[in-house]
């Protein structure tokens, strides 16, 4: 074909396209207004064509200035008030303008269109025949011209277009969103076989592919999507159901070209793409599964689409269906994507990522000159500062904006992975989403991605039972899966829910034993909660065979691992036959994050925000005897609770001991952290202000100090470590040497990578002797003045806490002589079945210990077992039995009144 | 003369003259404030920002076994490109652009101290003076400590 000018061509595509825009919602307009025409909005309209008719025929587009010509003679028509915009003519107007555009899209190939069906429709509704005045040479011609062979099209269409690469890369890139879109749209068109508006999209998706395939000579995968559009014709004039069988070949269809574009993206031809079977079985398909009553297939593989030389990179103009009965709803939808479509660009994230970089040098640069003119008295300069403060946040925040996307992009693929996945199981799954519009950095969305697909497949798999199964219990045959995400307090919230049987917590238990993570003795003591953590043990898996979905024994830690990467935290909670929750916090963006500056041993560090929980400042005079000791390990009572702490010196300078607190009488500040669902206190010099800090990597040089996750620049210039939170608390300490308290096979079990470490609260009586009780009995901890006992039913009871708590004297329970001082230490015990506080003599510590098989004494009921812990032979203590046995003590009425 | 000589930014350490590829050269800045890293190797003397960029400073005298350097004296920075980025090099002085051929060189004695010899690729013979090519990627490798230690 021989153009003027190819970029004369070009841009009349793209003003042309513009023009065309906005017609579909002014032909609804029009068509709202009925005879009571707006002449200045047809008008617009007829200006429109008129342009796009008049370059057209300078240009030699005859098929496209044909087809303006008639619009523009009906609109003529029209604001002459000769014919009266009736839904009908509309909705021809429409498909001619869809039509249209499609030429333009693909406009050196345009001439190669059929447009003599839309001109007769069009000329079906002027006012007379006869009064057809002589149109434009490119009109009759057009009309004249036989419609060729669609098959030849796209040879010439390839050869008119030079950069075939490009055009190929643009239709890999929309067809694989075509895809995922079709891909969610069958999984909801078998949710809803009713869905007819669902077929139509499906029915354009599908067209467009094949146009898109068409266009640039890959005959293979035209061919396959021609079959799949021909069976979703059927579908539309629903001469066919959505049956299972219809959608799995579907599906498969849209793997399939997948698979295509795979290949074209390699070898940029379709050469060896096999397609010829799944053909046959589309064509199968549709034999077996055709509705009798109509006998019309023909009708439906006739679809008007001519013409499929189509430019794919065009999504909006892709919208050929000529729909007969176009609802407002589904134009009104079409409108709104036909403008996201014009008002969205592709941008290489290689270039967001510079501009991200860049604006983080900006933002040092902003905070420096910041700094800067809080010196100066120079007014003038102290009000551009400020201006470029402003101006630079709204930059940084705008920019993030770019990087971020909706959670919905991932979970888009899980509607297919359930549905695929429930079928495997015989189970019967609905998968409902909340928040998919929650935006997250580019770079968390990939993080994240295979993590939540794990967890989805688990849910799935292990979590909701088999429908016979779930009768029984009395629930809905069908499970349901809720995805939810929301923001909340500058992260993002992800919750995972299936209303399943919950946890198997006794089959937990059992394995955990079986896999030797934990003892017997253990399961049996350790809480639900802890048990439910187990999951996340490496090497744990509960399925009773290992299937092809999962249980192969990686995974949850894998899950955790991936998640705690990107600072991220996940928790569990499980309600026994109501399901399972899993609930996922991450932060919104690595690059920019709130941290709190600290200072200490003159130099500052960054602790990102996501670790912090609470600053305790504590006054120079309460500082010395806040801090207590346990064995040379600082802890600090925070609310009741021993809340151990670290010395951020001691953490960056092995070796030192701190003790200037004591000396030098100074306020003590300590930064509440928390890691791995555990609280600490990090001790700092001095606690700075919060600020948003662009994260740097360290050197390769540093990357082995796992005690930083970064540096980054102040206001000043000067660098900041940022801490990483994890490693500095003390349970994960690096070296062995600083854990505050070891059991004796510590170290045989820290070789062997599989431990399970438990926490025990270690209290003794009167120094003599020591035990040890899960920290995930104690309730709290709280002392308790001696004249505040009072007696109820033979019962030391206290008032605590609006009710009564009978209290247990360790020592009494022991056999030990008491010593009753003036404030007694007590350890609450709470739970429903018996609640009680436990009269202990002094806390000594809070300890992770291996969990490794206790020495089993029985001459204790309450007494579990004994280990090794700080040296010293500890008994365990059940905190439940001590419970009972308080009761049947008969001797303790006599005990305690001697006491008070 | 054939072969192609080459072109090296020399620069001094303790008496010593080293030489780099100038292309491996990104710019020599003079002192720069640093901020300490505590728990890293000792041959990372702290961070240095150029420009917005964190630059690891790797102190040669500590990676080629040579006495600390004086308090009163502030190192130089050659900046280098390497595979991981690039990496401030701590030097007593910058020395002259030269160009050096292949004649001139010979492969380091075995007698050199193991300890230094793999940051040493060779010496070219300069008339009156030695000056002896830095192998920089061996020189900023300090990622696992224990490791250099083993070595020495």
């Known amino acids: 074909m021989d153009f003027l000018d190819p970029e004369l061509v070009a841009e009349f595509a793209i003003e042309s396209l513009e023009g065309l825009a906005d017609i579909e919602q002014q032909l609804l307009s029009i068509e709202s207004a009925g005879a009571n025409i707006d002449v200045e909005l047809v008008n617009a309209v007829f200006r429109t064509m008129h342009s796009i008719k008049g370059t057209a025929g300078f240009l030699g587009l005859d098929r496209i200035g044909g087809l303006a010509h008639r619009l523009e003679e009906v609109l003529n028509h029209m604001r002459n008030r000769e014919i009266v ?164 070949v579907l599906l498969k269809t849209v793997d399939r070209c997948r698979e295509g574009l795979r290949l074209l993206e390699t070898q940029s031809s379709d050469a060896g793409f096999e397609v010829t079977s799944l053909i046959e079985q589309i064509d199968e398909v549709a034999r077996h599964t055709a509705r009798p009553a109509v006998a019309a297939p023909v009708a439906a593989t006739k679809s008007p689409q001519p013409l499929p030389a189509v430019n794919a990179a065009e999504p909006v103009a892709m919208e050929t269906e000529p729909s007969i009965k176009p609802t407002v709803d589904s134009s009104a939808s079409e409108k709104s994507s036909a403008g996201m479509g014009e008002a969205t660009i592709r941008v290489d994230v290689g270039l967001l990522d510079k501009l991200m970089m860049q604006v983080g040098e900006l933002v040092l640069a902003r905070n420096q000159i910041v700094q800067y003119a809080g010196r100066l008295p120079d007014s003038g300069f102290v009000g551009t500062a400020q201006r470029l403060n402003l101006i630079t946040s709204e930059l940084q925040e705008s920019l993030m904006k770019t990087r971020m996307q909706p959670i919905g992009n991932v979970w888009s693929k899980f509607p297919r992975v359930v549905r695929d996945l429930a079928g495997q199981l015989g189970k019967q799954v609905r998968i409902e989403m909340e ?210 702490l670290v010395y951020l010196s001691e953490r960056l300078f092995p070796g030192l001991k701190v003790a200037k607190h004591r000396a030098n ?58 801490l990483d939170v994890k490693r500095l608390a003390p349970t994960v300490a690096a070296d062995g040497e600083q854990r505050a308290c070891t059991t004796e096979n510590a170290a045989a079990s820290a070789a062997s990578g599989r431990s ?49 708590l009978p209290l247990v004297r360790l020592a009494d329970a022991v056999d030990l002589p008491t010593t009753p001082t003036g404030e007694l230490q007590v350890v609450v015990h709470d739970r429903a079945e018996a609640s009680f506080g436990l009269i202990v003599g002094r806390i000594v510590d809070i300890c992770e210990v291996d969990a490794v098989p206790a020495e089993r004494r029985a001459a204790d009921e309450f007494i579990v077992g004994s280990m090794v812990i700080r040296d010293r032979v500890t008994d365990l203590i059940d905190l439940g039995a001590l419970a009972h046995f308080t009761v049947s003590r008969r001797r303790h009425a006599v005990a305690s009144e001697a006491s008070v | 003369m054939n072969a192609p000589s080459r072109r090296l930014g020399t620069f001094r350490i303790e008496g010593l003259h080293f030489g780099v590829d100038v292309r491996n050269i990104q710019e020599v800045i003079r002192y720069q404030p640093m901020t300490g890293v505590p728990l890293a190797p000792a041959a990372v003397r702290g961070l240095i920002n150029l420009r917005g960029q964190i630059v690891t400073a790797v102190d040669l005298r500590e990676r080629l076994a040579l006495p600390a350097r004086a308090e009163d004296k502030l190192p130089m920075n050659v900046v280098v490109q390497t595979d991981g980025g690039i990496v401030s090099l701590l030097v007593d002085e910058i020395g002259d652009v030269v160009d050096a051929t292949p004649e001139q060189f010979e492969t380091p004695p075995p007698t050199l101290p193991s300890s230094i010899a793999a940051l040493i690729e060779g010496a070219y013979k300069m008339p009156g003076w030695l000056l002896l090519m830095l192998n920089i990627r061996e020189a900023v490798n300090i990622a696992t400590p224990e490791l250099s230690l083993h070595s020495v």
């Open chain 1, 85 to 248: 915009p009736s839904s009908q003519l509309v909705t021809t107007m429409l498909s001619a303008a869809d039509y249209m555009r499609q030429l333009i899209s693909a406009v050196e190939s345009s001439n190669e269109g059929d447009i003599s069906e839309f001109v007769a429709g069009l000329e079906a509704f002027l006012p007379s025949a006869g009064l057809n005045r002589s149109a434009p040479a490119a009109g009759p011609k057009a009309v004249a011209t036989t419609p060729p062979e669609p098959e030849h099209a796209p040879a010439v269409a390839n050869a008119a277009c030079p950069s075939l690469t490009d055009a190929v890369r643009e239709f890999v890139i929309e067809s694989y969103e075509n895809l995922d879109q079709m891909e969610r749209e069958l999984v909801a068109l078998e949710a809803d076989p009713s869905a007819v508006s669902v077929v139509r999209g499906i029915f354009r998706t599908m067209h467009t592919i094949k146009g898109g395939a068409g266009f640039l000579a890959l005959p293979r995968l035209e061919k396959l999507a021609h079959a799949a559009e021909s069976l979703l014709g059927r579908l539309r004039d629903q001469t066919l159901s959505p049956s299972r069988a219809v959608i799995e």
């Open chain 1, 435 to 644: 928040g998919r519009e929650t935006e997250l950095d580019k770079t968390i969305i990939e993080a994240i991605k295979d993590p939540l697909t794990h967890l989805v497949r688990n849910s799935v798999d292990h979590g909701i039972e088999p429908p016979e199964q779930r009768r029984q219990a009395g629930k809905a045959v069908e499970g349901t899966l809720r995805l939810r995400a929301y923001h909340e307090g500058g992260q993002v919230n992800i919750e995972i829910a299936d209303d399943g049987a919950g946890l198997n917590l006794e089959r937990i238990r059992r394995k955990a034993v079986e896999r030797g993570l934990i003892s017997a003795e253990q399961s049996t003591r350790m809480s639900d909660r802890d048990v439910s953590q187990l999951i996340f043990a490496p090497g744990f898996s509960t399925a009773e065979k290992v299937t092809s979905v999962s249980g192969r024994g990686v995974g949850m830690d894998v899950v955790r691992t991936n998640i705690e990467r990107i600072g991220g935290t996940i928790d569990l909670i499980s309600l026994p036959g109501q399901g399972t929750t899993m609930r996922i916090k991450i932060p919104l963006t690595l690059a920019i994050i709130p941290a709190l500056i600290v200072a200490n041993d003159g130099a500052r560090y960054a602790i990102p925000q996501v670790n912090l929980l609470e600053l305790v400042r504590l006054d120079p005079e309460k500082a010395q005897d806040s801090i207590e000791y346990i064995h040379g390990t600082p802890v600090y009572r925070l609310r009741g609770k021993l809340l151990p």
């Open chain 1, 665 to 722: 009488r100074e306020a003590i500040n300590i930064v509440v952290l928390r890691a791995d669902n555990r609280h600490f206190g990090l001790i700092v010099d001095k606690v700075n202000d919060t600020e948003e800090i662009v994260v740097k990597p360290l050197g390769k040089q540093l990357k082995s100090i796992r005690e930083y996750a970064g540096a980054t620049i102040m206001g000043d210039g000067s660098i900041a470590l940022i």
């Open chain 1, 756 to 804: 399970v470490r438990q926490s025990m609260l270690v209290v003794d009586v009167d120094g003599d002797r020591q035990f040890a009780m899960p920290t995930s009995a104690v309730a709290r901890l709280e002392r308790i003045p001696a004249a505040l006992i009072e007696h109820a039913q033979h019962r030391e009871v206290i008032q605590y806490r609006g009710g009564i």
